[in-house]
């Protein structure tokens, strides 16, 4: 079995978002709590400007709660950068218990999964679950610099530059995590760094076809299945692969990657990194849920587990996608 | 070996579905943009022998080939040249100003980590296998020349 239940239904009270200008122009610019006027933040490098969001990430996420640092038992945090820097310099900053979590773009379901088995295992009381990512750090690390003059092929994505922060806990009022399915390792071979929607769909297809199969329920049975940043042509090679399983997807699936950006921002498949599928599920699923206009949502984000090293040495890429099930507090 | 049958089943099914880029277009752009940075370059050299009559016309490709050079590095450092580049492609790649431009962009980028270890380290990652392969092929054709020469 990979999926599990909560029987205490640990609670997310509270959720926090921050994302860049141009992912504030996006389609979901409205939810989220803040947005940066510019890419640095004020910072000398964009690596000090994406701690710097993730540091106002847990603050916020806190303020929301009503909750004080030392409140915090656990801070669950991951980002994409070497040896995953955001998220331990924003640890040094709180005095909380911290561990790392790398998921890629799947963290944020990594560690609400991870945060809510602690909870409901009756260890920990309130955890924050924090991830993120930044388009200048991401490309800089993973592809060219800022200001080469070269165009991005059509399967391509744009890395977000967003966070998103939730607090997990025992008690108080939110939606509840009631279910999650830890997902396997899939790899089918695809070793284009630049189509990296195609290297994770199998990943989200395996882990959704083992939660509907454990569970015994149908993807009508959600108002709500969202994958992280499969992208356009991701989540329609995902719609495809559960078709050949049986499974149908309808209009209550949707990709968060594919809807970040609106038409004109040009992003090709559309948008990347653990910021999105963090910031969307922190912002606008919260959201909604909380106003009562979802009640079950299905989260899977997906992530690809490449290195630059790996690639370069021509390895394919892997992915891994982790389920959780949200529902609406009462 | 069936999961070799399943990957490559797969890899073929996405490349079907990979959407492609439209030719004609990406290729007039970077045709009339190509041509258009090489018309000023004739301009620069033009003007040069203009001016200076008594100037060799090999002084003045020099003046010219460091004038596009540094005018390149100049939009790279204002943020403008990568928005040629995303529109043109090719036609502001091919050219020296992209060649210069693959030098100064990655060498703001890693200024940050310092002088010798980021600008001067990393400053040749993009443009450093066109120089070796560049200085590799003169070495093989002054080869061919000289052996030719001998016979």
């Known amino acids: ?330 | 070996m069936k999961n070799q049958q399943i990957n490559q089943k797969y890899n073929r099914y996405v490349e079907a579905r990979i959407p492609k880029t439209k030719a004609w277009p990406s290729l007039f752009n970077s045709f009339w943009v190509g041509g258009v940075i090489c018309l000023i370059g004739q301009g620069i050299n033009d003007a040069l022998l203009y001016i200076f009559p008594s100037m060799a016309e090999q002084t003045a490709w020099a003046w010219t080939l460091i004038a596009l050079i540094f005018i390149a590095s100049f939009l790279t450092a204002l943020g403008v040249y990568d928005k040629i580049g995303k529109f043109a492609g090719g036609g502001s790649i091919v050219p020296i100003t992209g060649f210069s431009n693959s030098i100064s962009s990655p060498a703001i980028e890693f200024k940050h980590e310092g002088i010798i270890y980021g600008t001067c380290v990393k400053m040749f990652t993009v443009a450093g296998p066109v120089i070796v392969c560049g200085v590799v092929a003169s070495v093989v054709v002054g080869l061919i020349y000289y052996i030719a020469g001998l016979i």
């Open chain 1, 1 to 330: 079995m990979q999926t599990i239940e909560f029987k205490r239904r640990p609670k997310i009270i509270a959720g926090y978002t921050i994302a860049g200008p141009k992912e504030g122009q996006g389609n979901f610019g409205k939810y989220f709590d803040y947005v940066m006027h510019d890419d640095i933040f004020g910072e000398k490098t964009y690596e000090m400007a994406e701690r710097k969001m993730f540091e106002q990430a847990v603050t916020g996420a806190l303020q929301k709660a009503g909750l004080k640092s030392a409140d915090i038992n656990l801070l669950l945090a991951g980002d994409l950068l070497n040896q995953i820097i955001s998220s331990s310099y924003t640890a040094r900053a709180f005095n909380m218990p911290y561990l790392g979590m790398f998921g890629a773009c799947s963290t944020m379901a990594e560690s609400l999964a991870a945060g809510a088995t602690l909870i409901d295992g009756g260890y920990f009381e309130n955890v924050v679950c924090l991830t993120g990512s930044h388009f200048s750090t991401a490309e800089r690390q993973f592809r060219f610099p800022l200001e080469l003059g070269n165009q991005r092929v059509p399967t391509s994505q744009w890395t977000a530059t967003a966070a998103g922060a939730a607090v997990l806990s025992l008690h108080g009022k939110g939606a509840s995590v009631c279910m999650a399915t830890y997902g396997r390792v899939i790899d089918y071979g695809v070793t284009d760094v630049n189509n990296m929607g195609a290297a994770m769909a199998p990943s989200a297809a395996d882990t959704l076809i083992n939660h509907f199969e454990e569970t015994g329920r149908k993807p009508s049975y959600y108002d709500l299945i969202v994958t992280g940043d499969l992208g356009k042509l991701g989540s329609d090679i995902l719609i495809d692969l559960l078709e050949e399983k049986g499974i149908k997807l309808g209009a209550n699936y949707c990709d968060c990657g594919h809807c970040y950006y609106s038409r004109r921002q040009d992003t090709m498949c559309g948008a990347s990194g653990c910021g999105v599928s963090a910031s969307v599920l922190n912002g606008y699923i919260l959201n909604k849920l909380n106003k009562g206009e979802y009640r079950k949502v299905l989260f899977v984000p997906t992530g690809a587990l490449m290195s630059t090293t790996a690639s370069g040495q021509g390895e394919s890429i892997p992915g891994v996608s982790h389920a959780i099930v949200i529902e609406a507090g009462e």
